[in-house]
C-alpha cells in the first residue's frame, strides 16, 4: 500500500487517466474528488466486496436455484 500526505487542492494521477484530488479535510474526515474516465468503474471496496462475495457463493451453488426463485417472484411464476 502506498502512504502519501497531501493538502486540500492537491492531486494525485493514477495510470495517467485517473485524478484523485483532496477536496475538504474536516477532524478525521477526508473528502477526495476524482476525475476519470466514462469507461472507468468506481465503486465503494464494502459494495464491491459484497458483490464478490455473492458471486462467489452463485457459482458454488451454481446459481441457477436462486435466479430462477428471484425470477418467479418477480415475474409472479414462482410456483412452476
Given at each position: 500500500m502506498l502512504y502519501i500526505t497531501r493538502k486540500i487542492g492537491e492531486s494525485v494521477i493514477?495510470?495517467?487517466t485517473i485524478e484523485m484530488?483532496?477536496?475538504?479535510?474536516?477532524g478525521?474526515?477526508?473528502?477526495i474528488g476524482?476525475?476519470?474516465p466514462k469507461e472507468a468503474s468506481i465503486?465503494?471496496?464494502e459494495l464491491h466486496d459484497k458483490i464478490m462475495e455473492q458471486?462467489?457463493?452463485a457459482s458454488r451453488s451454481g446459481g441457477n436455484d436462486d435466479f430462477m426463485e428471484a425470477?418467479?417472484?418477480l415475474t409472479g411464476k414462482d410456483d412452476e
Open positions: 493514477i495510470n495517467n484530488t483532496v477536496t475538504e479535510i474536516k478525521k474526515t477526508v473528502k476524482f476525475n476519470f465503486m465503494r471496496k458471486n462467489l457463493a425470477f418467479g417472484k
